[in-house]
């Protein structure tokens, strides 16, 4: 087994954990890492995109001029393609662009990327973040404390107080452990667990 400091949010050091090395001593798998940064990013394009082919676009239903002795090249359609205002050829339509990885890829991916953040000392535990009141300053000095620039929080259960104080500080996103992600991970420099979050994450990926 590992270990892992924890401290209060005034940076004092207050105890010390052991934290499974299955989870957060993983071997970093790097495929399955993309794969699962891959699937997420997917899952999120909306899909919405959409064009109108020359059977959508209005009118054309008249033929332009008459095939023979004008000169010009023949026409049937004013829609068509190449004339301004006609169809698009094979431009989106809408669609799904989700798809899905074993459980399995998932949760290896997870614990490297736990495991990353261990490895390059970005991981924080924390005891507790009491709040008594709604405050942004509050919350922000904390994290200013830390010295964390773009950080992610992982909590064990809703807080309200401590949730809507983090809300409006732009490089900080704060989730339930049951939602810890790749991505959310990979894209925060800072990972700050708090204690009682370490064995939900723990009892999910062993």
């Given amino acids: 087994m590992a270990f892992a400091d924890v401290f209060d949010i005034q940076k004092n050091k207050v105890a010390q954990i052991e934290i499974s090395d299955t989870v957060f001593a993983a071997e970093i798998n790097e495929a399955t890492v993309y794969d699962v940064v891959k699937m ?7 899909g919405t995109s959409s064009t109108k082919g020359r059977s959508d676009v209005r009118g054309g239903g008249r033929k332009p001029w008459r ?3 004008t ?6 359609s004013s829609r068509s393609p ?3 205002g006609g169809g698009i050829v094979f431009g989106p339509k809408p669609r799904d662009y ?3 990885v074993p459980k399995k890829v998932r949760k290896n991916a ?3 990327v736990l495991s990353l953040k261990v490895k390059e000392e970005k991981m924080t535990v924390l005891r507790d973040f009491p709040m008594e009141a709604i405050s942004t300053k509050a919350f ?3 994290v200013d404390l830390f010295g964390f620039k773009k950080v992610l929080f992982v909590i064990d259960k809703d807080c309200a107080m401590l949730q809507k104080s983090s809300k409006n500080l732009p490089n900080v996103k704060m989730i339930r452990s049951e939602g810890i992600n790749v991505y959310d991970v990979l894209n925060h420099e800072h990972l700050v667990l708090l204690e009682p979050s370490i064995k939900k994450i723990e009892g999910a990926l062993s």
């Fill in 110 to 112: 997870l614990m490297s």
């Fill in 40 to 46: 997420q990013l997917a899952s999120r394009r909306a």
């Fill in 67 to 69: 095939q023979k002795g």
């Fill in 140 to 142: 922000k000095s904390v």
């Fill in 71 to 76: 000169g010009r090249a023949r026409s049937g």
């Fill in 82 to 84: 190449i004339w301004r």
């Fill in 98 to 100: 989700s798809f899905s």
